[in-house]
């Protein structure tokens, strides 16, 4: 699957087209690296949606009322109403339809976000999770083309002085990982130790409720581990939404990652590291159904540095004959 529209995640593929998330992604799987399986939907088909819809004129007639003095808000819901009334153009609804059905079709689990072009567009990303259904599929592609158009977008692009014309959005459509029935949380290098973080659920955990890990990923592996509160865990609700339950109190005391899973996590991070050629947060998930680790998202640059107190230390060291 390789078109102007539509782009399969399991190959080297142009962030300009895809957006960067995605094209980090498809990097790391080529590389072995588990990545949900899915494909993106190019610029190119966020051009011909525009196009065909007619739907530059009636951009560029709210952009002018707006620096006329019409409420940004305003401006931007009207830009919006006029993606959710224009239909995809039948060439690219037929490229994504046929894609979808390559995943499984009907039934099939997925997540539908927006992938910019670059890692600093003034965007507020929109994503849709555990959707089944091709029109489903369809309707969260459409509003992901119209959330280039929010009034935090819109005021964004106007602020760094960028064309509001020229924007697009790709979008990403990747088979689910069952998170909120496992776990998730970030991995990132520091030094000569990889740093993870861990909670139940979906979500970038905080270092106040997480199990905090440290793991050197070298022939003598050590790993230094931090059991959390984890109080609670995010779970979905909704084509679109979650929400946070209390977590049992098995989970509170029970640890998220194994030591296995540990040092995958931290071969991984090395190499997103070496790949892009500067320190990157990989951000994984675990999923509950089959037990495998998955990167979801890889983010240049680095969280701050967590804390351990040595009291709460449990160290692990292979001891070797």
Not at 40 to 54: C, L, N, P, S
Not at 56 to 61: G, L, S, V, Y
């Amino acid at each position: 699957m390789s078109t102007d529209y539509v782009v399969a995640m399991d190959r080297a593929v142009d962030a300009a087209q895809v957006g960067v998330k995605t094209a980090r992604l498809a990097q790391l799987a080529g590389d072995g690296v588990p990545v949900p399986e899915g494909f993106a939907v190019t610029a190119a088909a966020y051009r011909e949606f525009v196009d065909d819809g007619r739907l530059e004129p009636e951009i560029a007639q709210a952009i002018r009322r707006f620096r006329a003095g019409r409420d940004l808000s305003v401006a931007a819901a009207e830009i919006r109403s006029a993606f959710r009334d224009a239909s995809l153009p039948a060439v690219v609804a037929d490229e994504i339809l046929a894609a979808y059905r390559d995943l499984g079709g009907e039934g099939t689990e997925v997540a539908v976000r927006c992938s910019p072009v670059t890692s600093t567009d003034p965007v507020q990303d929109e994503v849709f999770l555990h959707l089944n259904t091709a029109a489903d599929v369809l309707a969260a592609c459409r509003r992901c083309f119209a959330s280039l158009y929010s009034a935090v977008a819109i005021g964004n692009r106007e602020a760094a002085g960028l064309d509001q014309l020229t924007a697009v959005m790709p979008v990403t459509v990747q088979r689910m990982v069952r998170a909120d029935l496992g776990g998730s949380g970030t991995a990132r290098g520091e030094s000569t130790f990889v740093r993870v973080r861990a909670v139940w659920g979906l979500g970038d955990p905080a270092a106040a409720d997480a199990d905090l890990y440290s793991v050197h990923p070298g022939d003598r592996p050590l790993i230094v581990r931090h059991c959390g509160g984890k109080a609670t865990k995010t779970v979905y609700a909704g084509p679109r939404g979650t929400c946070r339950v209390t977590t049992t109190p098995d989970e509170r005391s029970a640890l998220v990652l194994t030591d296995e899973e540990l040092q995958l996590l931290a071969r991984w991070s090395v190499l997103a590291d070496t790949k892009f050629r500067r320190p990157t947060t990989i951000e994984w998930a675990k999923d509950g159904r089959s037990g495998r680790l998955f990167v979801v998202e890889i983010r240049p640059g680095s969280t701050p540095p967590m804390t351990i107190r040595r009291r709460d230390l449990n160290v692990f060291e292979p001891q070797f004959g």
